[in-house]
């Protein structure tokens, strides 16, 4: 929920492997805006793999095509240090100040 109860259905969960994967639908088009129909959306796949003692997380986002138009453009942006990069490190962020 975001400001003004504002809310955003970036996506949702297709598979869950108990402490192993999480696969989402990302239903968020290059124009960044919501996509109701997860046939049109790209693919999320979050990984826990364990290694020695940490958990690592493993992270891709396929199928850009999905996305029709601009796609190929979305998958660069997505890619660069704007993408989820970004994304990623302020989630870390708010993770180790909560």
């Given at each position: 929920m975001?400001?003004?109860?504002?809310?955003?259905?970036?996506?949702?969960?297709?598979?869950?492997?108990?402490?192993?994967?999480?696969?989402l639908k990302w239903q968020i088009?290059?124009?960044?805006?919501?996509?109701?129909?997860p046939e049109n959306a790209s693919d999320l796949y979050v990984n826990f793999v364990q290694e020695e003692n940490?958990?690592?997380?493993?992270?891709?986002?396929?199928?850009?095509?999905?996305?029709?138009?601009?796609?190929?453009?979305?998958?660069k942006i997505m890619d660069s240090k704007y993408g989820w990069d970004l994304i990623l490190e302020n989630f870390k962020k708010y993770c180790e100040n909560a």
């Open positions: 975001g400001p003004f109860g504002f809310r955003c259905d970036w996506g949702r969960v297709t598979e869950i492997t108990e402490n192993k994967l999480i696969k088009s290059p124009d960044r805006e919501p996509v109701p129909d940490v958990t690592v997380l493993k992270f891709e986002h396929l199928n850009f095509e999905n996305h029709g138009e601009g796609s190929a453009d979305y998958k």
